[in-house]
C-alpha cells in the first residue's frame, strides 16, 4: 500500500473506532435515564421509607461494604412478609385489601411447600455503567454522599426509573464542583416529591444536577429518618485536607472559589478506569 493510500485509510480506521465507542458506551453496556422497567414485584418506596422508615441497608446491604449495592433475596423480604401477609388490614398504610403483590412474594418463597423449592426474584436492573468502569459504592456511601445523589428522589417513587444519565461527564462534574454531605442529608429527608425536585433545580453540590437530564428530581435511597441514619457528615479542617491521592476529602481545585465545606475526589482517569 503506497504512503498516500496509507494516509488516506485513517479517516475510516478513527470513525470505526469511534462508532465501536459509541455502540458500546450507548447499547446494551449502559443503561437509560428515565427508564423505569417493571418489576416481578411491585416494591412501593414510599411506604416502606417515608412511612416505615426502613433504611436503604436493610435491603440493600452490602452497598457500605462492597462495589456492588446487593438486591433483597427472598428471605430478606421475607424477614417481614411471613408475618405481614397478603390479607392487609386497614392501616395509615393503606385501605384494608388483598395484596397481590404479597402472594407473589409468596410463591417465590413457596410459603406453602415450606420454602424447599423456593426461587429467587427476578429483579430488573435499572442502573447499569459499562464493564469498562468501575463504581464502587462503598466508597461513595461510606464518604457520606446519600442514595439520593445519584438515584434521585427515590423514596418518593412508587416505581424506580433511571433519574441520572450516569454518563462521564455527570460523574466527573461532581467530583470536580464537590459534594456537600449536607445538602445530601437534605435530598434524604424530602419527604414530598416537590420538594426534593426543588432542592435539586437548585443545583445541590454544583454537580449533582444533570442539566442535560429529562427529569430534574433530586436522588436517594435513605429513609425519611435520614438524618439520624445517614452517616454523619465529615468536614475537612480549616487549615487543609488530605490529597485527593490518600483519602475522599481533598483540596478545592486551584482557582474555583471553592471552600473546603465541599468534599473532593479525583477526577483522574485511572480513578474510575482501573
Not at 56 to 76: E, I, R
Not at 192 to 203: E, K, L, M, N, Y
Request: net charge positive; glycine share 10%; aromatic share 6%.
Amino acid at each position: 500500500m503506497t504512503t498516500r493510500r496509507t494516509w488516506t485509510a485513517v479517516p475510516g480506521l478513527a470513525a470505526l473506532v469511534a462508532g465501536a465507542l459509541a455502540l458500546s458506551a450507548y447499547s446494551g453496556a449502559s443503561s437509560s435515564q428515565g427508564r423505569g422497567p417493571e418489576q416481578p414485584i411491585a416494591f412501593p418506596h414510599p411506604v416502606h421509607v417515608q412511612k416505615l422508615g426502613m433504611n436503604c441497608l436493610y435491603c440493600h446491604n452490602a452497598a457500605n461494604k462492597s462495589p456492588d449495592p446487593g438486591l433483597p433475596a427472598v428471605s430478606t423480604c421475607m424477614g417481614c412478609h411471613t408475618i405481614i401477609g397478603p390479607q392487609r388490614p386497614a392501616s395509615d398504610v393503606g385501605p384494608a385489601r388483598t395484596s397481590a403483590e404479597l402472594q407473589k412474594l409468596q410463591r417465590y418463597a413457596d410459603l406453602a411447600g415450606g420454602g424447599r423449592n423456593a426461587r429467587p426474584i427476578p429483579w430488573e436492573r435499572i442502573h447499569k455503567v459499562p464493564d469498562y468502569v468501575n463504581f464502587p459504592h462503598m466508597r461513595h456511601v461510606n464518604a457520606g454522599v446519600t442514595c439520593q445523589a445519584c438515584h434521585g428522589d427515590i423514596q418518593n417513587m412508587n416505581r424506580v426509573y433511571q433519574y441520572a444519565s450516569l454518563n462521564m461527564g455527570w460523574c466527573v462534574r461532581c467530583h470536580i464542583n464537590g459534594y456537600d454531605p449536607r445538602e445530601g442529608t437534605r435530598l434524604a429527608t424530602a419527604a414530598d416529591p416537590t420538594a426534593a425536585r426543588a432542592v435539586s433545580q437548585q443545583g445541590i453540590s454544583g454537580g449533582l444536577q444533570d442539566t442535560g437530564a429529562g427529569r430534574q428530581s433530586a436522588t436517594a435511597a435513605q429513609p425519611a429518618t435520614a438524618a439520624r441514619q445517614a452517616p454523619a457528615a465529615q468536614t475537612p479542617p480549616a487549615s487543609g485536607a488530605p490529597s485527593p491521592t490518600t483519602g475522599t476529602i481533598a483540596a478545592p481545585p486551584q482557582g474555583t472559589g471553592q471552600t473546603s465545606t465541599r468534599r473532593y475526589a479525583r477526577y483522574d482517569c485511572a480513578n474510575c478506569h482501573y
